[in-house]
């Protein structure tokens, strides 16, 4: 036994390849191998029943040591052995399947409201989401201690920096850089310091519009919407204004849709038939006048689209913490063909 174990690891000391240690197992473990010989080749009936348990045991002893040597030895092999170049084509390979994206369902949304209003005649434009203290609220008629100011729960940043509560920010900033008469879309994201429950959320996407230009009216106002409302939901749509109140407006409304589920009559989602869908207004004069443009030869219409609850109507969605919980699989649902 000694003998055979002194072999075994001359051996596997120059045993340089897989094969070649594959068959230095077949030599000493295999059918016809020296120790499986040596067991099978023992004389039992000269033995005494001590040296017989001797001899298993010690045979035993053997075969563990031979089979751990092996193992070892294969470990230390496989670890040097030379991998495959990364250049080398692998046929056997399996095929990579490959991932389809898909748009986030704002996104859709957006996009299909940018097409509608550019079809209008509007520019698209895209403002900063931090933005100054400025354009979000004193440009708007929204001075320091104004009570408005507590509607909308502000995340502050330094130097007079915000990151903008509506996406309203960009009427003035627009109108000063275009002048009038214009007509233009601001889709963006918002920021409110809310606590998150399944309708709110302190991240969302706003559309804010106007038009500016000489003799424009509430009537240009509902048409517009009407126009657009009707494209967004594929069919006619019924509107009614109701007083609403916004410094950056006078006169301001609350827009409200007729329950496209229960055409008016009234329903678990709409309640009394109407939906608060659009918030909006004539541009308050002193709005224009930050912008350096005459109240007395032009007036303006604007309005908020709530893009966020626009994508949520849409698309049938019923908590909004899914939009920003940056799960791809609730963007696989949502085709870019939708
Ligand atoms: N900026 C307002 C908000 O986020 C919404 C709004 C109200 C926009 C009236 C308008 C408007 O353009 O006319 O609450």
């Known amino acids: 036994m000694e003998k055979i174990k002194e072999l075994l690891l001359q051996a596997l000391s120059s045993a340089t390849s897989l094969d070649a240690l594959e068959k230095i197992r077949i030599d000493f473990l295999g059918r016809k191998g020296s120790i499986t010989t040596l067991a099978k080749n023992a004389d039992f009936s000269k033995m005494s029943v001590e040296e017989k348990k001797g001899f298993g045991q010690k045979l035993n002893e053997l075969k563990t040591f031979a089979t751990a040597k092996l193992v070892e030895m294969q470990e230390r ?4 052995a030379p991998r495959r170049k990364s250049n080398e084509l ?8 490959r991932r389809l994206g898909a748009l986030h369902p704002i996104t859709l949304a957006q996009m299909e409201l940018e097409d509608i209003f550019q079809g209008m005649g509007f520019s698209v434009v895209y403002g900063p989401e931090i933005e100054s203290e400025y354009f979000c609220f ?3 008629n929204i001075p320091h201690d104004h009570p408005a100011r507590d509607m909308q729960d502000t995340f502050w940043l330094k130097n007079q ?3 903008r509560t509506h996406t309203s920010a960009n009427q003035v900033r627009t109108l000063l850089r275009f002048g009038a008469p214009i007509r233009a879309i601001f889709p963006g994201r918002c920021f409110r310091y809310e606590s998150i429950d399944p309708s709110h959320e302190n991240t969302f996407y706003q559309c804010e519009g106007l038009v500016v230009d000489k003799n424009i009216s509430v009537a240009n106002l509902i048409a517009v919407m009407k ?3 009707s494209q967004v939901f594929k069919r006619d749509v019924k509107v009614r204004l109701r ?3 916004f410094p950056f407006v006078e006169p301001g409304f609350e827009l409200d849709l007729n329950c496209l589920i229960c055409g008016g009559k ?3 989602t709409c309640g009394d038939g109407w939906i608060e869908l659009i918030p909006c207004g004539l541009i308050h004069p002193e709005v224009l006048r930050h ?5 007395k030869e032009y007036s303006g219409f604007a309005f908020g689209v709530g893009l966020t609850r626009l994508a949520m109507m849409k698309f049938g969605i019923r908590d909004i913490r899914y939009l920003n919980c940056g799960d791809l699989r609730v963007n696989e649902q949502f085709s870019v063909l939708a």
């Open 227 to 229: 126009t657009i409302l």
């Open 266 to 268: 009234g329903c678990p």
């Open 291 to 295: 912008a350096g443009i005459d109240p």
């Open 77 to 80: 092999l496989q670890a040097s």
């Open 161 to 163: 920096l915000i990151l």
């Open 90 to 97: 692998d046929l056997t390979a399996p095929g990579k399947g």
């Open 243 to 245: 007083p609403g109140y």
């Open 138 to 140: 004193e440009a708007l």
